[in-house]
């Protein structure tokens, strides 16, 4: 058994987020686990740039509402008490909705090569994430 000490909180940066994002990571893999764990805050109006996860993401909304939209289109309005999971490969984004904050616990596994496994893409555009806060 061992405590974990918290780790600072650090911004994200531009090149993976829009807005303000704030990440606090609770887990990083210590063979042989694989788990990824981190609590992410977003402000209204930020969000993830559209990504994927070789191994699949579980996404656990611990306060406020969000988003999270994939390549077709389909999009889940989540709330506090909320859990997501994206599949393997899966393309989406996530953030919290235009008017309100969003925090969420994400966690994934790596693969076995001890990469965390996202593969980062191009940013959601304002048009894009106008369309998804629509519902």
């Given at each position: 058994m061992e405590l974990i000490p918290v780790t600072d909180t650090v911004k994200t940066p531009a090149s993976r987020f829009t807005g303000d994002v704030y990440l606090t990571m609770i887990k990083t893999p210590e063979p042989p686990?694989?788990?990824?764990?981190?609590?992410?805050?977003?402000?209204p109006g930020a969000r993830t740039n559209w990504h994927s996860h070789a191994v699949g993401q579980t996404l656990h909304v611990t306060e406020g509402v969000g988003l999270v939209v994939n390549r077709d289109g389909t999009v889940i309005r989540m709330r506090a008490g909320d859990t997501v999971w994206t599949p393997p490969g899966e393309e989406h984004w996530h953030g919290g909705t235009n008017t309100t904050c969003m925090s969420h616990i994400a966690m994934l596994e790596g693969p076995e090569d001890g990469a965390d496994g996202t593969t980062w893409l191009?940013?959601?555009?304002?048009?894009?994430?106008?369309?998804?806060n629509q519902g």
């Open positions: 686990s694989r788990l990824v764990a981190s609590l992410v805050r977003f402000t191009e940013p959601v555009t304002d048009e894009q994430y106008a369309a998804a």
